[in-house]
């Protein structure tokens, strides 16, 4: 486990070092990058800052409360007073931004192409709604299906990402902040990563804090529809042997079941795939009384990976600290020390 003093060195190293700043990771904003069937999602683009042999691209689904930094200082809307007081609570996490996480996930995987992707819907301007990836109520809650084409969509937005980095006008970001940014440092700064850039070429690391998790449940429920109904997909299948990490950090949604897959035929599949699994966690969301089906839910999710020799790390983070949405955050720096 990590103890206080550790944690007080990974705060130093994120939050008071010039790295973090955007201009340093060289962050692009793409607006209405299109999947499939005509989804569209709004992104970060980060380039590697490191060259490497080998090429990879994470990809970052966030939770709730967590959007470009633009839209969370934008001032609390003023015709509802409970929703204004909700939008208020919401800026003491202004610091958990899309992009201040586009710039951790930079730092942390530096030789990496990073990819955040910003929900299809922020309802109340709080509750994460990833529609583009799996069906979802009005808060964002999953309704987990067979299929939703989410691997299809993922699919579909790396290309055009890829695309539209390639052919991209350098020039400056609009008042809106959401148009196509410009790509820090000199064309021969940049050349080296863009040339070739085939996004959905590379390997995967996809990675689901919070509610983001919920698209990283529904990759596991088509994975399995993958394999077990539509094995001649060899395109599909292709594609999901690119992905090698994937990354839960301390899952959650407002619903009151399904927050972790328990289905030993869906996670048998799962464990056939060679990825490897990693499963990082606090008391926010584990040891919560309230909430006591995620604990259990989380350690059947482990248990049931484990017995059929799936590749997997669980680490509990701060055991020994109370229990605090503060906490929850945190573990975005936390998780990259393992």
Known sequence: MICRTVLERIGQRFFSRKMLDAADTASLKLKGV???????????????????EQTTAVIYFG??????????????????????????DNKHYMKWNL???????????PTSHIIVVRPARMEVRTFSCFDNFVRSNTNGVPEHTPTHYALHHLEQILKCISDRVRTKKQ???????LED?????????????????????YNLTLIGFSKGCVVLNQFIYEFHYLKTLTPG?????????????????????SGDKNTWITSRCLLETLSRLDIKIHVHVTPYQVRDERRAWIGTEQKMFC???RSAGADIVETLHFENDTPSLQKHFQVLTAFTMH
């Not at 959007?67 to 208020?88: G, L, T």
């Not at 050349?191 to 070429?201: G, I």
């Not at 997909?233 to 949604?253: N, P, Q």
């Open 303 to 305: 248990e049931l990976l």
């Open 233 to 253: 997909d060899e395109i599909l299948s292709s594609f999901v042997d690119r992905i090698t990490d994937m990354y839960w950090l301390d899952g959650g949604h």
């Open 181 to 201: 940014g410009e790509i820090m440092g000199s064309p021969e700064q940049t050349e080296w990563w863009s040339q070739d850039l085939d996004l959905d070429m």
């Open 171 to 177: 020039r400056p970001v609009d008042e809106s902040g």
């Open 99 to 109: 992009d201040h996480v586009a710039n951790i996930l930079g730092t942390s995987f």
């Open 63 to 88: 939770g709730d409360i967590q959007d470009f930094i633009e839209n969370m200082e934008m001032p609390a809307e003023k015709s509802s007073r409970k929703f204004s007081s909700v939008e208020e």
């Open 34 to 52: 299109v999947g499939y069937n005509g989804r569209q999602n709004d992104v970060i683009y980060c380039h590697p800052l490191e060259k490497s």
